[in-house]
Structures are given as C-alpha cells and as structure tokens.
C-alpha cells in the first residue's frame, strides 16, 4: 500500500470574489496537487502534478506505461528522498525507485521534454505509433 504524504488530500481555502465590491468571504474545499520528481537508478525521468498521496502506485503505473517494467518485481525499492518545506518536513516530492537486477535501466528515450501529467501517460506522445511501439508486452487482439 502507498504512503499518504498528507492529512487530507483536499485543502481549506478562503475563497474572495473576484471583482465585487463586497467583503464577502466563503470557505472552499479544493484538491491539493504537487510536483513529483521521479528518479529511476538516480536519474531524473520525469515531474509531474499529482494529488499527494500513493506515489509508489503511481509511479509504478507510469513506468509500466512507459514499458520499462513488466510487473512489480522489476523493481527493487521505490523510496522518498529528502526534501522539506519551511518547517523542516519532507515534502514527499521527489520518488527515487531503483530498477531490480537485470532490468534494463532507461535510456535517453524515456526522458520526457513535455509536460506530464499523473493520467494514463497518452499525453506528452506525439502520435499513435509512439505509444505503441513502447510496450513493454505484446497485447493479444480479443476476438
């Protein structure tokens, strides 16, 4: 099971109408999104936004994605790295996994130069044939 990085994965605001000339405030419930920078073998592969929280999961499925790993076997340890705030707490934001022995680490390939996004890793590809050719594991047709 994933870690929870926060309390909540929602967070309080105070919400001001914007324009109006009335002080009227309300209270706002929106979802907490940070960066994750996710190392693989000590080499940074991608950031992307995420709602804090089952990092570990995420990054698997990303990197499952990608086709640089078949099942979780493939990988060895995934693990926080430091990183704190103002106060001194680690911010869970940057996730160093390291690959398991005789899993090929990524090459120059994989290093993402646009935006990624915690979805299911179509976007960032520039065409169909990309994201097909990446497999990690035929995909039999269903007849």
Same mark, same amino acid.
């Given at each position: 099971? /994933?870690?929870? =990085? +926060?309390?909540?994965?929602?967070?309080?605001?105070?919400?001001?109408?914007? /324009?109006?000339?009335?002080?009227?405030? *309300? $209270?706002?419930?929106? $979802? /907490?999104?940070?960066?994750?920078?996710?190392?693989?073998?000590?080499?940074?592969?991608?950031?992307?936004? *995420?709602?804090?929280?089952?990092?570990?999961?995420?990054?698997?499925?990303?990197?499952? /994605?990608?086709?640089?790993? =078949?099942?979780?076997?493939?990988? #060895?340890?995934?693990?926080? %790295?430091?990183?704190?705030?103002?106060?001194?707490?680690? =911010?869970?934001?940057?996730?160093?996994? $390291?690959?398991? *022995?005789?899993?090929?680490?990524?090459?120059?390939?994989?290093?993402? $130069?646009?935006?990624?996004?915690? #979805?299911?890793?179509? %976007?960032?590809?520039?065409?169909?044939?990309?994201?097909?050719?990446? +497999? #990690?594991?035929?995909?039999?047709?269903?007849?």
């Amino acid at each position: 099971m /994933g870690r929870i =990085t +926060r309390d909540f994965a929602v967070t309080r605001v105070t919400v001001e109408p914007d /324009g109006s000339f009335s002080t009227d405030t *309300r $209270a706002d419930s929106v $979802a /907490g999104e940070e960066p994750l920078e996710v190392q693989v073998n000590g080499t940074t592969l991608t950031t992307t936004m *995420r709602t804090p929280g089952h990092d570990v999961e995420l990054v698997h499925g990303f990197l499952h /994605g990608e086709g640089l790993i =078949t099942s979780k076997q493939d990988v #060895a340890e995934a693990r926080y %790295c430091s990183g704190t705030d103002s106060q001194g707490r680690n =911010t869970y934001n940057l996730l160093e996994v $390291a690959l398991a *022995r005789g899993v090929r680490p990524p090459g120059p390939e994989f290093v993402r $130069a646009t935006v990624t996004t915690s #979805a299911c890793g179509v %976007c960032g590809s520039t065409s169909i044939e990309q994201i097909m050719g990446k +497999r #990690a594991h035929p995909i039999e047709p269903v007849e």
